[in-house]
Nanobody, 115 residues
Framework: QVQLVQSGGGLVQAGGSLRLSCAAS????????MGWYRQTPGKQRELVAI???????NYADSVKGRFTISRDNAKNTVYLEMNNLKPEDTAVYYC?????????WGQGTQVTVSS
């Protein structure tokens, strides 16, 4: 059993910053990828950023240069630093880990950016 617990998020004005964290616990083996996704009502969940075990990152075009994903392998934790936030970044953010053939998801956290 693997649990992902997210923290961070909330309400911020446009141009502001937030940091999300996601800690994995339980039967943790080798985590391949850790990532962040987001979802707005009526839309599919979309990839925001992903990081490999070796630290290779990939970002959605809409967040490049503003968001930074990082991970602490010793703590099984992934972070998302979000700067220069825009109203269109408003969404529920979910962390995700790929471990073996299994995907695990966090509980989701609301990020709201006011204009």
């Amino acid at each position: 059993q693997v649990q992902l617990v997210q923290s961070g998020g909330g309400l911020v004005q446009a141009g502001g910053s937030l940091r999300l964290s996601c800690a994995a616990s339980g039967s943790i083996l080798s985590i391949y990828f850790m990532g962040w996704y987001r979802q707005t009502p009526g839309k599919q969940r979309e990839l925001v950023a992903i990081i490999s075990g070796g630290g290779i990152t990939n970002y959605a075009d809409s967040v490049k240069g503003r968001f930074t994903i990082s991970r602490d392998n010793a703590k099984n934790t992934v972070y998302l630093e979000m700067n220069n936030l825009k109203p269109e970044d408003t969404a529920v953010y979910y962390c995700n880990i790929l471990m073996g053939l299994d995907n695990y998801w966090g509980q989701g956290t609301q990020v709201t950016v006011s204009s």
